[in-house]
Each structure stands twice: as C-alpha cells, then as structure tokens.
T-cell receptor
C-alpha cells in the first residue's frame, strides 16, 4: 500500500515563499501529484512529477526525489488566495492515495 | 466541458434512510472515482471504475455501500441504510490518467 506524510499546518506571510514537504512509502510508484483544496471546495490538480527534479508552473513548483521518497511543493510570491489545504498523492497507474494534507495560512 | 457534475450538493437525511448520490463524469474520461472526505479520516478512495467496470472497491466501508456505473456518463453511490457516521463530503472524480483527476463539487451528506 501507500502512505504519505505531510506537515499539518504551515503559516507564511503574503509575498513570501513557502515549501510544503511530503514523504511517502509505497509498494509501487507512479509519480507524485499535488492538489489544492480551498475550504468548502473540491480538490484541484496542481502538478505531477513522474521523474526526479523540478517542475514549474507559474508561481508553483514541485520537486521529486525518488531515491529519498520525498517531494515538495514550492509556492512563490504568496497571495492571500493561496490559503488552502495542499495534498500530495501517489499510487498506481489507475488510482491515488492522498496524504493527510497541509493547511497553509497566508497572513498579511 | 462543464466539468464533473454531482447531485445533490447537500443531503440531509435520517438514520436508516436510503441515500443516492449521482455523478456525471467529464466526457472522454475512462476512470471514475468515488471519494469520501472527513476531518478524521481525510480523503479516502471508496471505489473506482475503468470503462464503466468496477475495478477496486476495497475502500467501500461495508455492505451498506454500493456503487454502479451503468454507462460512461453516469454513476451512483448508494448508502442503505444510512447511519450518522456516514456524514461526510462525498466527491466524484474522473480522469484519463490517475495522477490528474478532476473532482466534482461534492455532496455534503448529513445523517441525523
């Protein structure tokens, strides 16, 4: 099976950079995905890393190290609207297991 | 495309009643997933379908839960009889690949 660990909460100031870490244990690996969920909303896909290295999408970047079973999501130029929960997820080619989520609070 | 559509958005029912949740996936997506989200247990996969066929229902809590996908554009999740511990937000998601799933808005179920 799969298990993923994330910090439960992170607080950062508007305009700053924040990194959300994810470590995983898995019997098989099909890459690491990241999802964002605002309160009362649905999870939305942010990024996916199949191979080691950094993937950049605008203000968001995601990193994967398969040898360390570790990845992170990097959010730059934080905005108030980035306050949300962030989930890492991994699994097989056909299904995902989600981490417990990191609640990010962006303050002024 | 309108995205994944779920109905109802909110459901309040009494213990012992039957509850049916509905989902219309994005056209062309081969995979359909049903999740349950609670504060205590997080986001749990209940069951998923590939090309309308149930592939893995190991996450279904017990026999009170059942899911069907009679065609590529419709799926249901049924709870019978419902219990207070079933109160949660139920999400349907669809995808072409598992890693990029598109979630519906969810159904918030309250069982009293």
């Amino acid at each position: 099976g799969q298990s993923l660990e994330q910090p439960s909460e992170v607080t950062a100031v508007e305009g700053a950079i924040v990194q959300i870490n994810c470590t995983y244990q898995t019997s098989g690996f099909y890459g690491l995905s990241w999802y964002q969920q605002h309160d009362g909303g649905a999870p939305t896909f942010l990024s996916y890393n199949a191979l080691d290295g950094l993937e950049e999408t605008g203000r968001f970047s995601s990193f994967l190290s398969r040898s360390d079973s570790y990845g992170y999501l990097l959010l730059q130029e934080l905005q108030m609207k980035d306050s949300a929960s962030y989930f890492c997820a991994t699994g097989t080619a056909s299904k995902l297991t989600f981490g417990t989520g990191t609640r990010l609070q962006v303050t002024l | 495309d309108a995205g994944v559509i779920q109905s109802p958005r909110h459901e309040v029912t009494e213990m012992g009643q039957e509850v049916t949740l509905r989902c219309k996936p994005i056209s062309g997506h081969d995979y359909l997933f049903w999740y349950r989200q609670t504060m205590m247990r997080g986001l749990e996969l209940l069951i998923y379908f590939n090309n309308n066929v149930p592939i893995d229902d190991s996450g279904m809590p017990e026999d009170r839960f059942s899911a069907k996908m009679p065609n590529a554009s419709f799926s249901t999740l049924k709870i019978q009889p419902s219990e207070p511990r079933d109160s949660a937000v139920y999400f349907c998601a669809s995808s072409v690949d598992s890693y990029e799933q598109y979630f519906g808005p969810g159904t918030r179920l309250t069982v009293t």
